[in-house]
């Protein structure tokens, strides 16, 4: 991949996170009894729902989608799973329990970023959920870095494959639409942190931005293979913040994806963005409490870990949020949410807050 590669440090040491679910184990016929043993032994359980969360669920436009950030959390017992289940158990199988759930109608697919899916891959996690589910999917790192990184996401040298069109078009858009189909949602290009040097020539960094996105196929071409596709570009510097990222974004239908993280602005100072590509569709991965700082993903995880409870509530962003969701599905565009659970320390219960704010 033009001498860009991801250490495999990171690879091993971040993943199985949402891991493509295993075959099951074949074997000899057991007695009925044992074999229902087995069986619950190799699945995960949805938590049944109650009735009111149904009711809530129906209630929500049918163009938005509410999901998380990947789906292997044990401390989602009762919210989302029925029991207790180990965190790898959970991200080889959990995943069609999830999408039982039924305020979860989309899911972010994190693992993508740390390293290309294959086809196979895409089709596995798309096997396991129903016909009106969408992926929002990151693209691989080797494509959305500006940098090669070690395992502790230090800069170690220039990325020539940064942007690449051929090389996004290769080991992300094609992979993924032919694994999910019509399942694939929202592609996302999330922008790692840029060098310092590249920030001085903002310019020149958003034209090749701009090419990568021209090269690929036209998005109306793309969505005859996945008609609720959406093309989004979600940055980690304020400098993108610019008429000329927009304008690069409208030239090829592609839109911004808010992102709700301490290294950006708060969500209502990025809005100036999507107003001038409105009307559009809206994608937003609402990742990290703001309190936490530019650097303080490590220390919200260890703060809300089970990640069973809202330990910080936001309503402030759950507002601006709310109201945006309103006015994109209101013109009829798709809209896409997913919540971490650094967002607020529980992502199932932040996307209920969600919802109840935008039903009546």
């Known amino acids: 991949m033009h001498g860009a590669t991801i250490p495999r440090g990171m690879q091993n040491s971040l993943f199985p996170v949402d891991a493509p679910p295993a075959p099951a184990a074949a074997g000899p016929a057991a007695a009925p009894a044992t074999a229902t043993r087995a069986s619950r032994a190799r699945q995960v359980q949805a938590v049944e729902c109650p009735p009111a969360l149904h009711a809530l669920a129906a209630g929500l436009p049918p163009l938005l989608r509410l999901g998380t950030s990947s789906w292997s959390f044990p401390g989602w017992k009762g919210l989302v799973w029925d029991g207790d289940y180990s965190e790898s158990m959970l991200a080889q199988r959990g995943l069609a329990a999830y999408a039982r759930h039924p305020l979860l109608r989309t899911v972010s697919l994190d693992r993508a970023f740390y390293q290309p899916l294959t086809p196979a891959q895409y089709a596995a996690y798309a096997e396991q959920v129903p016909g009106d589910f969408r992926f929002v999917v990151k693209a691989p790192s080797v494509v959305a870095d500006a940098l090669v990184r070690a395992e502790d996401g230090k800069g170690m040298r220039a990325n020539a494959a940064f942007l690449d069109p051929r090389l996004a078009w290769s080991a992300f858009v094609d992979p993924a639409l032919q694994g999910l189909a019509t399942k694939a949602g929202a592609l996302v290009f999330q922008l790692s942190p840029l060098p310092v040097a590249m920030l001085a020539r903002m310019p020149e960094t958003i034209a090749r931005l701009g090419a990568m996105l021209a090269a690929l196929p036209p998005l109306a071409q793309l969505r005859e293979r996945a008609p609720d596709l959406v093309i989004a570009v979600e940055v980690r510097d304020p400098e993108w913040l610019v ?31 999507l107003r001038a590509l409105w009307p559009g569709p809206l994608v937003c991965r609402w990742n990290l409490h703001r309190s936490h700082g530019r650097y303080g993903y490590e220390d919200a995880k260890a703060l809300y870990r089970p990640f069973d409870q809202l330990v910080d509530p936001d309503p402030q962003t759950r507002a601006v949020l709310a109201r945006v969701l309103r006015a994109t599905t209101g013109a009829g565009q798709p809209a896409y949410l997913t919540i971490n659970n650094k967002a607020e320390g529980s992502a199932p219960r932040t996307v209920e807050a969600m919802a109840r704010l935008l039903v009546p």
């Open 243 to 273: 008429p000329a990222f927009a304008d690069a974004l409208r030239a090829v239908g592609a839109t911004y994806c808010l992102g709700g993280h301490a290294k950006m602005p708060p969500i209502e100072d990025q809005l100036p963005v």
